[in-house]
């Protein structure tokens, strides 16, 4: 696939998750150009690459006010040593507070949030910017990994494997203090996270999902349901007490590295172009998703 392509889904994606018929959504849009969650370059190149893709244009031809809000400017951390077998816990503790505070700003202007990564640890202040400034939330987590490693249990030490630790209710007890992490305060219960396209997890992040009883879609139950029915139980699940507002979080690997190479951590048998797509047009149907987070490597962008 072309990288005029692959930039076309991440356009894709964004503007068919904000885009309801029923009523003109007002979006601002957040840079997040971060990479120190994952060892990987390139991956601070997406938010602008997203841009240049024509993201804003297609939004308001698809009748949303925009407003962008650039690009945050990060601390450089000079010396991050390890903490444990956790890398660059200052920089990435440092960057999250920032984008959470950058969300919660856009959501007092009254604004759906985008945020533009950026690698997958900056899910910590997204999500939790968006718990502080709406309240209870539930999330659906579209990835081909769970993401849910907790600083004792990470096999590689990067933070990109970890976000959803941070976050939950019922794994606060396991989180080690960590420098600049003292602000976080996990805001999501287990019972309000969905994932889909899981393809990809480690022993220790299989035994937390079983553990927690965390609903999940891996790639063989959307091949074998197909991804209409998933979509339908996901949010037939979600809104069986308390209809909350849902929060997406999208990771690039989700989709099939044969058609979106622009990832550090590609995995086979992913979604399908239009399987990935489907899934922010039926979440988008709920007029209850008010922020959408899409990570994207743009070193393997620019390659492809």
């Known amino acids: 696939m072309s990288a005029r392509k692959l930039q076309q889904l991440a356009v894709t994606v964004s503007k068919r998750s904000l885009h309801h018929h029923h009523q003109r959504r007002s979006v601002g849009i957040i840079g997040a150009p971060f990479s120190r969650g994952q060892p ?31 690009n945050l400017t990060f601390e450089e951390m000079v010396d991050d040593e390890l903490v444990g077998r956790v890398k660059s816990v200052r920089a990435v503790g440092s960057a999250n507070q920032r984008l959470s505070k950058a969300v919660q700003s856009v959501k007092r202007d009254g604004h759906t949030a ?59 007890s396991k989180i080690p203090v960590l420098p ?21 997890l480690d022993p220790a992040e299989h035994y937390i999902l079983k553990l927690l009883g965390v609903k999940a879609f891996s790639m063989s139950e959307v091949d074998q349901f197909g991804v209409a029915r998933v979509m339908e139980e996901t949010c037939a699940y979600l809104s069986e007490k308390v209809k909350k507002p849902i929060h997406l979080s999208y990771d690039i690997d989700a989709i099939d590295p044969s058609v979106t190479p622009a990832t550090g951590t590609p995995a086979v048998g992913g979604l399908t172009y239009r399987e990935g797509v489907y899934i922010t047009e039926h979440l988008c149907q709920t007029g209850r998703t008010l922020i959408d987070h899409m990570t994207l490597c743009a070193e393997v962008l620019s390659k492809s």
């Open 40 to 70: 990987r370059g390139g991956v601070e190149q997406g938010p602008d690459l997203i841009r240049a893709a024509g993201l804003l244009h297609r939004l308001e031809q698809q009748g949303c006010a925009v407003k962008d809000y650039g």
């Open 180 to 200: 600049n992490f003292s602000w976080i305060k996990p805001c999501v219960s287990a019972k309000d996270l969905v994932y889909i396209g899981l393809r990809d």
């Open 114 to 172: 985008v945020v533009l990564g950026g690698d997958h640890s900056l899910a910590i202040g997204s999500i939790h910017g968006h718990a502080m400034a709406v309240g209870e939330l539930s999330v659906v987590w579209v990835d081909a990994h769970a993401d849910i490693n907790t600083p004792v249990t990470t096999p590689t030490g990067n933070i990109h494997g970890q976000p959803v630790s941070f976050l939950l209710r019922e794994l606060q």
